[in-house]
């Protein structure tokens, strides 16, 4: 016997007809795209601060990295265990001439105070505090400025353009990008007596600083102390 198999789908033209309540009413377009655009204009700023955090933290590291790998084969080739023996510390402190001669070998400069006017060499139009404050305009006072706040001596920029200023322990590892400001993208290292380079302030130091202008608060000015809180905490910029 034949069996009869069934037709188990069912079809109508009405299928073809979307429901009126699957479309979304411009009325509620516009209220969605609305709370979009304020989520994001809240989230954004913070994300982008964020991101810039990273990048100078990373460029902190890669700064304690260049002056030690620099450092220590300007050593070994001279054949001497103490930084002070160094024959650059023969040159006197504004003998930039001098003092390049030797940096020149062991660092990739591709501009420096002696290749370049100091106001031209870093000039930001201002330099900023750790609190936001400004210590001004520039303007033709560019190399005074540079010299009283991140020191007179040797300074130089290597090929990813970070700035070194050998003589105070001053790096500005966004170069003359903005913001140049203190505790931020402009932080200070210490050399020790062997050679090696290294933050200010770790192991809790930081938080026994008392001078008000030192301290890596935001509050602060000069956050000497900022790259010793940043290693501390794990490389993160938390303030």
């Known amino acids: 016997m034949k069996k009869t198999v069934k037709n188990l789908i069912t079809w109508s033209p009405s299928h ?9 009413t411009l009325a509620e377009v516009l209220i969605t795209l609305a709370i979009i655009g304020v989520v994001a204009a809240m989230t954004i700023p913070t994300l982008v601060v964020e991101y810039k955090k990273k990048q100078w933290v990373s460029g902190l590291q890669k700064a304690i990295y260049v002056l030690n790998n620099g450092t220590k084969l300007m050593m070994a080739d001279e054949g001497v ?20 001669k030797y ?3 062991y660092f990739k400069i591709v501009e420096s105070v002696n290749t370049k006017p100091r106001a031209d060499f870093y000039n930001p139009l201002k330099i900023l505090f750790l609190n936001g404050g400004s210590i001004g305009a520039f303007g033709n006072q560019g190399a005074q400025m540079t010299t009283s706040v991140l020191g ?3 300074a ?4 990813d353009g970070m700035i070194f200023f050998v003589s105070s322990g001053f790096v500005d590892v966004n170069g003359n990008l903005p913001p ?3 505790g931020r993208d402009i932080l200070r290292l210490e050399v020790n007596e062997n050679g090696g380079w290294d933050v200010i302030g770790a192991g809790g130091a930081w938080k026994e600083e008392t001078l008000q202008a030192y301290k890596c608060e935001t509050n602060g000015i000069f956050g000497n102390v900022c790259s ?12």
């Open 152 to 154: 007179s001596g040797y």
């Open 228 to 239: 010793g809180r940043i290693k501390d905490e794990g490389w993160k910029m938390n303030y």
């Open 16 to 24: 073809l007809i979307t429901s009126p309540k699957s479309a979304f």
């Open 156 to 159: 130089f920029k290597t090929s």
């Open 81 to 100: 265990f103490q930084y002070d023996q160094l024959a650059v510390h023969q040159c006197s402190r504004n003998d930039i001439s001098c003092a390049e």
């Open 103 to 105: 940096y020149s070998k």
């Open 180 to 182: 140049n400001q203190f």
